[in-house]
């Protein structure tokens, strides 16, 4: 895998609430007041004229691999219903694509069956004994992080340990006992053996084609597993502008000073304030993308969209959600998957426009912009609806 082992100092870097950090002036301001924000824009770039062709310049999956083939349900017509009973029309998607190569599977039902069952609609699923389930334990006291209950089931599955790294902002998950601590009064530990990632410091892997890092720090046992699922609760994010599953690889998979690296493009190990809003999402990407490729794609992703907050799950106090639950969406490609989980948003006649300002405002979508063009996935996307 190439990974070099660093030393198993931990950094100085604590954890906590994300609505008292960020990347600029602006984007440290509390999440609940945008006042001093400057609008950023979409910057994405239009879907292909009648969505007939995927874009020239689109990536493999970040498994490497088609998925064409994998599809286990049908194409659902030209409409989707969310779990709140919204009906979604496909053209609505801007960047679904009929003929793209990146499959993201849908579904309404938020239940453990229908968790196991969109693993299931990734085809042959990870390989190798030892499978880490990556997740967010989510800040106490009151965070929307996901239910035990509802991924229980699917870890079980495959015989997965479920991991996470501390956090590097205050709050009580950014010291390794204080860690397992949390992960135990939310339940996780009663449904499969927990691990701090990085309790005995980072490991280094390689960030090729980079604009931003050259390294990524990640949790010490990250090499002890032999492929990696994904399980991300869709939301807003006080410096991201959403968070989701490219979040979950880069932020979520760093270790205490890659959290600062990350935020930091590169410029600190110690500190994560002081950073750019662009620059850091970039990080975020290229994070993401030396994860797939130090797993030589052996990593699938699965990605809830309920509790649809603007604030993260590292806000242990977040702002009531103004949208109803809309479901469950799998892929093997991650900037697909949060692309999709997107659009979801944009096309919702639900009361959106906090979660959109908060994604706006912080310029969100250049995550994945950035992520495509280095080849971590593509915007482009099949919606395969398995409720059909």
């Not at 334990?137 to 239910?147: C, H």
């Not at 005995?200 to 699922?229: C, I, M, R, W």
């Not at 869709?234 to 205490?256: D, P």
Request: aromatic share 4%.
């Amino acid at each position: 895998m190439g990974i070099a082992l660093l030393s198993a100092a931990v950094s100085g870097c604590g954890s906590g609430a994300s609505e008292t950090a960020g990347q600029t002036a602006a984007a440290q301001a509390d999440t609940l007041s945008d006042d001093s924000l400057t609008e950023s824009g979409e910057t994405e770039e239009a879907a292909p004229e009648g969505r007939e062709t995927a874009r020239e310049d689109s990536t493999e999956t970040g498994s490497g691999e088609t998925e064409g083939d994998q599809d286990t349900g049908t194409d659902g017509g030209d409409v989707i219903v969310t779990n709140g009973g919204e009906e979604i029309a496909l053209s609505s998607l801007e960047h679904e694509d009929p003929s793209s190569d990146s499959v993201v599977y849908f579904t309404s039902e938020i239940s453990p069956e229908a968790m196991v069952a969109m693993y299931d609609a990734l085809g042959d699923g990870l390989t190798g004994e030892n499978i880490a389930v990556k997740l967010s334990t989510g800040e106490p006291p009151a965070s929307n992080y996901l239910d035990p209950a509802l991924i229980a089931d699917l870890v079980h599955q495959v015989n997965g340990t479920i991991v996470e790294n501390n956090t590097a902002y205050g709050g009580q998950r950014a010291g390794t006992a204080m860690h397992y601590q949390v992960a135990e009064d939310h339940g996780f530990t009663d449904i499969a053996d927990f691990v701090v990632m990085d309790e005995n410091g980072s490991v280094s892997l390689p960030v090729e084609g980079g604009t931003q890092l050259t390294e990524n720090l990640v949790g010490a046992h990250f090499p002890e597993y032999d492929g990696y699922l994904v399980l991300s609760h869709f939301k807003g994010h006080a410096m991201a502008g959403f968070g989701g599953a490219i979040k979950n690889i880069s932020i979520g998979m760093a270790s205490q000073e890659g959290k600062c690296l990350i935020h930091t493009a590169g410029e600190s190990h110690t500190s994560p304030w002081g950073g750019e809003q662009d620059p850091f999402t970039e990080s975020m990407a290229e994070a993401g993308k030396s994860v797939v490729d130090a797993l030589d794609g052996n990593i699938l992703y699965i990605s809830v969209m309920n509790h649809l907050s603007v604030d993260c799950d590292c806000n242990g106090n977040p702002a009531e959600p103004d949208m109803h639950d809309m479901g469950i969406l799998a892929s093997a490609d991650p900037v697909a998957l949060d692309q999709a989980c997107v659009d979801l948003v944009y096309a919702s006649g639900d009361d959106t426009a906090a979660l959109i300002e908060r994604m706006e405002s912080r310029n969100g979508v250049h995550v994945l912009e950035h992520g495509d063009e280095i080849g971590l996935g593509s915007r482009y996307y099949r919606l395969v609806n398995t409720d059909e």
